[in-house]
């Protein structure tokens, strides 16, 4: 499968605990449909989004 961010932009930056909207877009090989996007910081799941285009608000992120 090919999975791209789309929101937020690259270098965009965010105030301490204001919430990111997250999107991106998943295609699969041969017509093969993605049904989840898992969105992870650290290496931990942080919220995940089953309907294209797999949109996702990760509130109160704590920066790494």
Known sequence: PTVSL???T???TF???ANINLAAT???????????IQ?????EVIGESTTSPFNF???NPIPS
């Open 10 to 12: 690259a270098g965009q």
């Open 39 to 43: 969105y992870t910081s650290n290496g």
């Open 57 to 59: 608000t990760w509130t």
């Open 26 to 36: 998943a295609a699969g090989q041969s017509g093969l449909n993605i049904t989840r």
């Open 15 to 17: 105030a301490a605990g």
């Open 6 to 8: 789309t929101a937020p």
